[in-house]
């Protein structure tokens, strides 16, 4: 029987499903400057590997361009996304 390579096992991955609130470290505007930190988002599209992040800020990529839709594809393995660390307040 063959075998099948895997890169991580089964079930370990981070599943995000569309509308899921994430943070993703990535470089951004806050207050007039441009700063690396973690910054919440929604997941807007998903595939087998990546997903889509939307954000209400602008966000760029490393070598400085700016990401004119405001959407970051992410690596569902990376080690740069994760559901958000504080709690969101409900809305009124």
């Not at 988002?41 to 595939?47: E, F, L, Q, Y």
């Not at 070598?63 to 660390?85: A, E, F, H, Y």
Request: glycine content about 6%; some cysteine; proline content about 9%.
């Amino acid at each position: 029987m063959a075998s099948i390579p895997l890169t991580s096992p089964p079930g370990m991955g981070k599943e995000f499903e569309i509308g899921d609130h994430v943070e993703v470290l990535c470089d951004h505007d806050h207050n007039d400057d441009r700063i690396r930190d973690w910054l919440e988002g929604v997941v807007v599209k998903k595939s087998p590997k990546k997903v889509a992040v939307q954000f209400d800020r602008n966000v760029y990529l490393t070598d400085g361009w700016m990401i004119p839709d405001r959407v970051l594809w992410c690596p569902i393995t990376s080690k740069n996304i994760r559901r958000p660390s504080r709690r969101r307040r409900p809305s009124k």
